[in-house]
C-alpha cells in the first residue's frame, strides 16, 4: 500500500500538523498503517506479511530513455570512463557480466540538487552535466524518479553506475529529481521510490539501503528532507539500513593472473 499523507508528514518530522504525537524519532511504522502501529517493531507475523506483499510487487511503469530523449553512452570518447573495464583500465566502462543477482548489495538513494522546468529537462542536464562536465560515459544514476512518481530509466542496471565516489560497484543509485535541501519531496515521488526499491530488492537480491551521504560525508545529498525517509524506505523493503552491507569491489579481490597461486 502506497504512503498516506498522514505517514508521510510524520515521517517528515511534520505530525504535529495531523494532530498526532511523536515524530523522527518514533521508530518502525508498517506502510500504510494506522499510527497506533507506529512504536511497534515489526513482528515476525508483520514480516511475513510484507514479504508476501513484496513477492508480489509489480515493477512499477518505467519511461525508457528513448521516452526523454537520453543521448547515447559515449565510453570511447569520456575522459573519466574511457575504454571497457579491466585489470588495466579499472575505471572503464564495466558491463557486469556476473548474473546481477550477484553483483549488486545495497540500493544509494540520491537527489538531483537541479531542477530544471520539468522532468524530462531536468533528467537530459543531469546527463548532459555528468557526461560533458565530469566526463562520465553516461548519466550515472540508474534510474530518477520525477515529482509525479514518474520513473525514468537511467543509466542500465547491465553497468555500473557513476554516483558514490569509490562505492559504485555493486551500488544501484536511485536519484529523485529536486533538491531536498531546500525543497520536499512529493508523495508521489516517496511511493514511486518505495515500490522501485521493493522490486529491485527483491529481484536483485539486495540487502541494505543507504544515502549517498552515508557513503560520502563530503556531499549533503539526498538532502535533509528527504534523509530522514530512508530509514521507512528501507524497512518496508525489509532492508537494512546503511554502508554495512557494501563489499569491497570485485575488482580490488581479484587475483591477476600473474600472482595465483
Ligand atoms: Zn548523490
Not at 546481477?100 to 529537462?121: F, G, K, P, Q, W
Amino acid at each position: 500500500m502506497p504512503l498516506t499523507r498522514r505517514d508521510f508528514l510524520i515521517l517528515l518530522g511534520m505530525g504535529s500538523a495531523l494532530g498526532a504525537t511523536g515524530g523522527l524519532g518514533m521508530g518502525y511504522l508498517l506502510l500504510g498503517s494506522d499510527s497506533s502501529n507506529a512504536s511497534e517493531l515489526p513482528t515476525p507475523t508483520a514480516n511475513a506479511t510484507l514479504v508476501a506483499r513484496l513477492k508480489t510487487a509489480e515493477r512499477p511503469p518505467v519511461v525508457k530513455r528513448s521516452g526523454w530523449s537520453a543521448r547515447d553512452v559515449n565510453y570511447k570518447e569520456a575522459d573519466e570512463e574511457n575504454g571497457l573495464y579491466s585489470l588495466t583500465n579499472p575505471e572503464g566502462w564495466r558491463e557486469y557480466e556476473e548474473q546481477l543477482r550477484a553483483v549488486y548489495n545495497t540500493i544509494v538513494i540520491h537527489h538531483s540538487s537541479m531542477y530544471e522546468d520539468d522532468d524530462v529537462s531536468t533528467m537530459q542536464a543531469i546527463q548532459d552535466l555528468h557526461m560533458d562536465s565530469r566526463g562520465w560515459a553516461d548519466i550515472g544514476y540508474h534510474f530518477g524518479i520525477g515529482k509525479n512518481g514518474v520513473v525514468y530509466e537511467g543509466r542500465s542496471v547491465q553497468v555500473r553506475g557513476t554516483h558514490t565516489e569509490g562505492h559504485n560497484t555493486g551500488t544501484l543509485g536511485i536519484c529523485l529529481l529536486g533538491n531536498f535541501e531546500e525543497e520536499i519531496p512529493t508523495i508521489a515521488q516517496v511511493n514511486s521510490a518505495h515500490e522501485m526499491v521493493n522490486w529491485l530488492a527483491l529481484r536483485l537480491r539486495i540487502t541494505h539501503l543507504a544515502a549517498h551521504r552515508d557513503f560520502n560525508s563530503i556531499t549533503q545529498c539526498p538532502g535533509k528532507n528527504l534523509y530522514p525517509l530512508l530509514d521507512q524506505m528501507a524497512s518496508q523493503a525489509l532492508l537494512k539500513r546503511g554502508t554495512d552491507g557494501y563489499l569491497v569491489s570485485p575488482e580490488q579481490i581479484v587475483t591477476p593472473e600473474c600472482c595465483s597461486e
